[in-house]
């Protein structure tokens, strides 16, 4: 597909300009604590904004449109979700990272419950971005794909390469500030794309809306249906855990938190980035639903052989006037790089403080910098390869939850069981994690193992996206269940509950 050298201009500068932006911060990051905190001095605003840019990537720009085109509104039910999920970050999380005083999120479990605790939530947290990395990446090059004709794995390689730069040498200053822009970009970005569909249809408004209703695409999913499908309540509740996790434990988000200059900017930066998203999602949802009806409009402008996903890439180089055509693609190719960038950074902030200065406590701060470096460096490479697997997944939103209530591993269970019980020991958290570990295995592999005969009767009967629920779930009644039943002794810790007036 032939694209302007307009177009070609504007997301060239626009890419140049990020690196050299992000990569400017280069000079700032005098030491650790600059590089994995910007030392707590960043504006609320703009960490708000990185919130928010975080939270979108490329899977809220591509794939929630391509969901929808396919589709339903159903996955719209996952950002209902959020204002429960940023209320307790407020009332709870964010407190409590303050006073830990921490950059790590996962300290608090090693002074709960132990190192191994620390240990268990911090590898389920590396596993975990390293997924959503490559799930990132994959969507990312789609419209780049289009774009220059490319293979999808040369454009993998080459998008991840840029990305890795500019976050390995701006550290969270440099994402963040760059985070800020690339929100306002996005934000943009999405209306004029609302925009250019609707007026794409011949009969403009009425005509999505009537195509829409015909199709069933404005529905949020059946109420009445069971734990196996799809439904209202069973995305609600996916959201709802996804999302206490994202806002509550996440180290992507906690480090954030303690970016801010005080704890009252560090809330109201969460507030802001995660109630920004429900419109702009809404926006992506509509796209998706736009560009449904405009492709049975005008069934001839769609090749057969494109997946969901791909379909709005395919507006975009294929509809939008020139000039506009690399703004979007900029756009979108914004989304995927605040989000990579974030999930580099902060992993090699877990790695650092988690694993490195516990064998080294000693290190100065130049070897201190040196894991930074080698760290981002690895992960961004661990999650190209991870993109280059996913080139033959049919839906990336839908690979991207499943692999986000496994990898999580129920890790939100074992926050909570240590924040609210007061009286839950070590060995009852441990147990809790051994019993929830096995119902997340249970839950993802028994219909690939338990298949002939009676065995079949071993398969789990729940959807896919209740094994963050389920896990989280054990997990913590388990946790909680045994301190009742058995005393702690000394092993039980206070929880950071009884520690607050």
């Not at 990185?50 to 929808?68: E, H, R």
């Not at 005083?101 to 911090?122: K, M, P």
């Not at 989304?335 to 200065?357: P, R």
Request: with cysteine.
């Amino acid at each position: 597909m032939t694209i302007s050298y307009l177009d070609l201009a504007v997301f060239f500068s626009y890419v140049a300009a990020i690196l050299v932006f992000g990569s400017s911060f280069y000079f700032r990051n005098k030491d650790s604590e600059s590089y994995t905190s910007g030392a707590g001095r960043l504006p609320s605003w703009v960490v708000g904004m990185s919130i928010f840019a975080t939270f979108v990537s490329s899977i809220s720009f591509l794939a929630i449109p391509g969901k929808a085109y396919v589709s339903n509104w159903n996955a719209f039910v996952f950002s209902l979700s959020i204002p429960v999920a940023s209320f307790m970050a407020v009332k709870f999380f964010i407190p409590l990272y303050r006073s830990v005083n921490s950059i790590s999120a996962y300290t608090y479990l090693e002074l709960r419950f132990g190192l191994w605790a620390s240990r268990y939530a911090s590898i389920c947290y590396i596993l975990t971005q390293l997924m959503r990395t490559g799930s990132i990446l994959y969507l990312l090059v789609l419209p780049l794909n289009l774009m220059f004709g490319w293979d999808l794995a040369t454009t993998i390689i080459l998008t991840g390469s840029c990305v890795v730069i500019y976050s390995l040498l701006g550290g969270i200053q440099g994402v963040i500030w760059t985070d800020a822009l690339q929100g306002i970009v996005l934000i943009a970005g999405a209306l004029l794309c609302a925009l250019m569909i609707l007026t794409g249809l011949p009969q403009g408004v009425g005509q999505l809306i009537e195509i829409g209703m015909d199709s069933n695409k404005f529905s949020l999913g059946p109420f009445d249906s069971g734990l196996s499908d799809t439904s209202f309540w069973i995305t609600l509740a996916y959201g709802l855990f996804i999302n206490l996790q994202n806002f509550g434990i996440d180290q992507n988000y906690v480090q954030r938190y303690m970016s801010a200059r005080t704890e009252k900017e560090a809330k109201s930066s969460a507030v802001f980035g995660s109630l920004l998203y429900i419109p702009v999602s809404l926006v992506f949802f509509f796209i998706g639903t736009a560009l449904y009806s405009f492709y049975q409009a005008r069934p001839e402008l769609l090749p057969a052989d494109l997946t969901g996903d791909q379909v709005f890439p395919h507006f975009i180089v294929s509809q939008i006037p020139a000039g506009l055509t690399g703004l979007l693609i900029a756009a979108i190719f914004s989304a995927g790089m605040s989000t990579i960038s974030t999930s580099i950074n902060s992993t090699a902030t877990v790695i650092l403080n988690d694993y490195y200065k516990r064998w080294r406590p000693e290190a100065d701060n130049k070897s201190q910098m040196i894991v930074l470096y080698t760290a981002s460096l690895v992960f961004g490479i661990c999650g190209t390869g991870v993109a280059l697997a996913m080139i033959n997944v049919k839906s990336a939103l839908d690979a991207w939850w499943s692999l986000a209530s496994i990898f999580s591993g129920g890790m939100l269970g074992l926050f909570l069981l240590g924040f609210f019980s007061r009286r839950a020991s070590s060995i009852n958290a441990f147990v809790g994690v051994v019993v929830g570990v096995l119902a997340i295995f249970w839950m993802s592999f028994s219909t690939s193992i338990f298949t002939d005969g009676f065995m079949e009767y071993l398969q789990s009967p729940f959807h896919v996206n209740l094994t963050i629920v389920i896990g989280t779930t054990v997990i913590f009644m388990v946790g909680f269940l045994l301190s009742k039943l058995v005393a702690g002794g000394d092993d039980a810790r206070p929880s950071a509950v009884s520690d607050r007036p």
